[in-house]
């Protein structure tokens, strides 16, 4: 019989513990969200000690709160209503960000969370908040409330090596009618570098159109023969009207996003891109690396009406076509573009070349947007001007 060798029974081997720390931060990397960074936290003291070096992180907002300067105790109250409702008033002096659903593993992360703060200790440095769910066991303060709330910029801290940071309302600020189509894009340093909006009073599929452009046109109320020129009933059916509403709206929204973003961008010097979207796709503010370091360097012009970045002088230019049907069968009804940048950056400051260039805003979208964007730069150009604000 030949001989059996029995090796002795080794120690338990974790093999995860055998990763190296290059590779969990390629993990943590690709979580990016925020909650579950703070989840993966507290499962050991190595991950505690890696997490704070990941270098992309998402902030999803599940609530938007309306700051009432009469009423700032409200924050600690536990009757705080969270409401994502499309038709809340977009001109509103400042909005609060509460993130939700953090739950109770994130409490223990107390080297990214400081302890509650009075309602009282609120300023402009917290205009974003995060509520942290309480219970019993933790000892919450109050009956009945249990939420807690923390800034962005607290709960940022700690995390040492930020370059990419996304931040997602829960919708966009906009209140707009179903069927409306309004998107916006905004670049900022310090101010406003510049600023493309797509709107479309309706949105059909094509053969919809078809049927309604056919019944048009029996009746002789067709829109004739589309030459590329604005038609006299935009100026007087309130279609102009409402384009100047959507793009000083939306101009608002973007200025409001960016002086909200102060604290964080202050706090974060690692930061090589941030964008504040929304769950809508409503809106996008975007900043690189440089832009971001102007705002550090030049501090922003405040409005003085309310908390929101002034909003310079600006020269626009529009494109309109009462229908535009995309590739893919989607009609755009009362399709508008503007295109926005401050006057400084107008001629003589840019070249002829540069003015003649929209390369910057036919990019602006993705698609199926993108392409609309594109065909309407083809078509012909009304400049507009637009004093601060």
Same mark, same amino acid.
């Given at each position: 019989m030949s001989d059996l060798t029995f090796s002795e029974p080794q120690s338990h081997i974790d093999h995860f513990d055998r990763l190296p720390d290059s590779i969990l931060l390629l993990i943590f990397n690709r979580i990016g969200d925020v909650k579950a960074l703070g989840r993966c936290c507290v499962v050991s003291r190595r991950f505690h000690s890696l997490v704070p070096q990941v270098d992309n992180v998402v902030v999803r907002v599940d609530c938007v709160i309306s700051d009432d300067d009469s009423s700032s105790s409200s924050l600690s109250a536990p009757a705080i209503s969270c409401s994502s409702d499309k038709s809340r008033n977009p001109f509103s002096n400042l909005f609060r960000f509460v993130f939700g659903g953090i739950v109770k593993p994130l409490q223990l992360f107390t080297q990214l969370l400081n302890p509650k703060r009075p309602a009282s200790s609120s300023s402009a440095s917290s205009a974003l908040l995060l509520s942290e769910d309480s219970d019993a066991e933790h000892g919450a303060s109050g009956g009945g409330g249990g939420v807690t709330h923390h800034s962005p910029t607290q709960v940022l801290k700690n995390f040492n090596e930020i370059r990419f940071l996304r931040i997602e309302l829960p919708s966009g600020e906009l209140g707009i009618e179903d069927? @409306?189509?309004?998107?916006?894009?905004?670049?900022?340093? #310090?101010?406003?570098?510049?600023? @493309?909006?797509?709107? %479309?009073s309706a949105v059909f599929q094509s053969p919809a159109y078809a049927a309604a452009a056919d019944a048009a046109a029996a009746c002789g109320t067709g829109t004739g023969e589309d030459n590329g020129s604005i038609p006299e009933s935009f100026y007087t059916n309130g279609g102009l009207k409402l384009r100047v509403v959507w793009t000083i709206s939306s101009l608002i929204a973007a200025s409001a996003r960016h002086y909200l973003l102060q604290p964080i961008i202050s706090e974060h010097k690692t930061l090589d891109n941030l964008v504040l979207t929304d %769950?809508?796709?409503?809106? @996008?503010?975007?900043?690189?690396?440089?832009?971001?370091?102007?705002?550090?360097?030049?501090?922003? #012009?405040?409005?003085? %009406?309310?908390?929101?970045?002034?909003v310079p002088a600006l020269n626009m230019r529009l494109w309109y076509a009462p229908h535009l049907e995309l590739p893919d069968g989607m009609v755009l009804k009362g399709a508008t573009l503007v295109a926005i940048r401050p006057s400084d950056q107008s001629v003589p400051a840019m070249s002829k070349k540069e003015v003649s260039d929209v390369s910057w805003v036919s990019t602006a979208f993705e698609e199926p947007y993108g392409t609309a964007a594109k065909m309407l730069v083809k078509r012909r150009t009304y400049c507009l001007e637009m004093n601060s604000f």
């Open positions: 069927g @409306v189509l309004l998107k916006w894009r905004a670049d900022f340093g #310090s101010t406003l570098d510049d600023c @493309v909006i797509l709107g %479309a %769950a809508d796709g409503q809106g @996008v503010l975007c900043m690189n690396r440089e832009q971001l370091e102007e705002l550090r360097v030049k501090p922003l #012009s405040a409005s003085s %009406a309310s908390k929101r970045t002034q």
